[in-house]
């Protein structure tokens, strides 16, 4: 089966400076559907280069993701997925000749409704932005999901028995053109300095904050006003280094897009977070000698250690933030007995022992942690759990169905699985709290139970609840 692509455009822009650029594409090729094409060339800007991950044609005929538990499985002659054995649903076939399209006022191009600015030269949809209450600095995502529930999206591993290697980490560059996020008005495009951008630092802070979320890579639930909720609490406490997981890339975009994300250094770039379905990752508002991500020896979900190292001025204090988001447990048939508490044993341990030499050390993250299942979590001798030491008459629960009302249809959990585990020698520990557990005003969500039932949920920022960490120097 083949592709045949025919395409006639004429652009006329930069009036600004009274010159007149016409251009004419006429392209005509054919592409078997069972390969991938990236086409760099097919809309180029003279004066910038797209990145060819965001312009290409991708085969799907040889793999299927599970929509319960997100699985990607490669078999498409198998109906069942290999992991929970749920049946493949069947593709939503759709014509783009069919779908509602509006016409770019600057290029004529018919771009599909959905879209927020053109594909071709980024002029935006006014009425779409009307019609949606949309700002400028709001980004326009798409509706696929990541995943349903608290099932995690799995990941085969290559080699599971691979060693454990340094993977070091380029500091993000912070040089953001704007026009390539997901198409922004061109005209309106920036390009920022990394030197224009770099945070303001006292140099002899009095407090210093972290802040641990799991942001829930759950697409389908109002992902935007969500992600704006986590945007407010950042706003609102400031916390020196931010430690996120189960992000996403349409995640990573829409913070991408805040106004808080200028004053922080970003531990992933656009381009390397396009590439993975949902990832751990950390921004930092203090000076960053580097950025590291370790690979576990073992995981079947992909998971790793993400390690920041600063330097806090006042004494050229050293300092690690590191966080993780290990093995999940993933029950399901046949035996429903898919824990994975070896795996998330092992990795904690794989963790501990990589950071236990330094001597100003935050370990923190989804640790998935069970106590009962899984024991006492593996800390070394001077390393403490900073919820138990500051906060020893309170449960803890980050992921509670009781407590989040969002979660009320949910079979009941409560568990202690977000974590600060703290080894500091020149720093102390003097408050942990919890973020997020209050619902968003004004804002629900449909509920599906069996038998076609359906509730109406509060909607909370995330399923987990995040914790903010202040300390202070000795």
Not at 302 to 327: D, M, Y
Request: charged share 25%.
């Amino acid at each position: 089966m083949e592709l045949i692509y025919e395409q006639k455009m004429e652009l006329i822009s930069n009036e600004r400076r009274g010159q007149m650029l016409s251009f004419k594409i006429a392209l005509s090729f054919s592409i078997p559907l069972t390969k991938t094409l990236s086409l760099p060339f097919l809309f180029k800007n003279p004066r910038k280069t797209l990145n060819p991950l965001l312009i290409s044609i991708k085969s799907m005929a040889s793999s299927w993701t599970c929509s319960k538990c997100t699985f990607i499985n490669t078999d498409s002659l198998k109906p069942n997925c290999q992991i929970c054995s749920s049946s493949q649903s069947p593709p939503p076939f759709s014509s783009s000749s069919n779908q509602e399209k509006w016409s770019c006022k600057a290029c004529t191009f018919l771009n599909v409704y959905k879209v927020s600015s053109c594909e071709i030269c980024g002029t935006r949809n006014s009425s779409f932005s009307s019609n949606l209450g949309l700002d400028d600095e709001e980004l326009e995502v798409g509706s696929s999901a990541v995943g349903n529930v608290f099932l995690p999206l799995l990941q085969r591993c290559n080699n599971a028995k691979r060693k454990i290697r340094d993977d070091p980490v380029e500091i993000a560059d912070n040089s953001i053109d704007l026009s390539v996020s997901r198409g922004l008005k061109s005209a309106d495009k920036k390009v920022v300095d990394s030197d224009e951008i770099q945070p303001k630092v006292d140099p002899s802070p009095r407090k210093l904050k972290i802040l641990s979320y799991n942001v829930w890579f759950a697409e389908d639930i109002e992902l935007r006003i969500r992600m704006r909720a986590i945007g407010d609490i950042i706003q609102l406490h400031t916390p020196d280094v931010i430690c996120l997981q189960e992000v996403t890339p349409d995640i990573y975009a829409i913070f991408q897009r805040s106004n808080w994300w200028k004053s922080y250094k970003c531990s992933l770039s656009f381009e390397k977070a396009i590439t993975r379905p949902y990832f751990c990752m950390q921004l930092s508002k203090l000076p960053v000698k580097s950025f590291n991500c370790k690979q576990f020896s073992y995981s079947a979900m992909g998971r790793e250690l993400c390690i920041t190292e600063v330097s806090l001025q006042e004494n050229n204090t050293p300092l690690v933030i590191a966080t993780t988001h290990l093995e999940s447990p993933c029950p399901g048939p046949p035996k429903w007995d898919q824990m994975y508490s070896k795996e998330r044993v092992k990795q904690a341990n794989e963790a501990v022992d990589f950071l236990k030499s330094n001597p100003n050390v935050i370990f923190c993250g989804d640790m998935n942690w069970d106590d009962k299942l899984d024991g006492e979590f593996p800390l070394p001798d001077g390393w403490n759990d900073a919820w138990t030491e500051l906060n020893p008459k309170e449960i803890g629960w980050t992921y509670d169905t009781k407590s989040n009302p969002m979660l009320t249809a949910n079979r009941k959990l409560q568990k202690r699985l977000d974590r600060f585990l703290i080894c500091l020698r020149d720093l102390k520990a003097e408050s942990v709290v919890m973020v997020g557990t209050k619902p968003i005003p004004d804002v629900t969500y449909l509920k599906q139970k069996k038998g076609g039932k359906e509730l109406e949920l509060p909607v909370l920022p995330s399923d987990h609840f995040g914790l903010l960490l202040t300390m202070s120097a000795r």
